[in-house]
């Protein structure tokens, strides 16, 4: 069975930084689309950041020259470098990934990690 686990978050002072990994564990062929989001209190889950097999990556606007996405193919592992971090981007951070296992294709989630940036 697939899993992902997210590890890293945390509280941390605006201007801070974190790093948050999450790492994919099970029989597991592939990696394909891997990618972070984050859902405030009260708010949908919305689009952080995604990294494709390639090293092609995507940010939202919001978050463009702070954060930085990045994978570890060996480990099955996606990293999001978050600096000068603000008050808003308080949320949970959930992981997820487009895996080929021996279940076939499917897209997957992370239970998520708090993040929670103080002013």
């Known amino acids: 069975q697939v899993q992902l686990v997210e590890s890293g978050g945390g509280l941390v002072q605006a201007g801070g930084s974190l790093r948050l990994s999450c790492a994919a564990s099970g029989s597991i062929f592939s990696l394909n689309l891997m990618g972070w989001y984050r859902q405030a209190p009260g708010k949908q889950r919305d689009l952080v950041a995604t990294i494709i097999s390639g090293r092609t990556t995507n940010y939202a606007d919001s978050v463009k020259g702070r954060f930085t996405i990045s994978r570890e193919n060996a480990k099955n592992t996606v990293y999001l470098q978050m600096n000068s971090l603000k008050p808003e981007d308080t949320a949970v951070y959930y992981c997820?990934?487009?895996?080929?296992?021996?279940?076939?294709?499917?897209?997957?989630w992370g239970r998520g990690t708090q993040v929670t940036v103080s002013s």
């Open positions: 997820n990934a487009d895996i080929i296992s021996t279940s076939g294709l499917g897209r997957y």
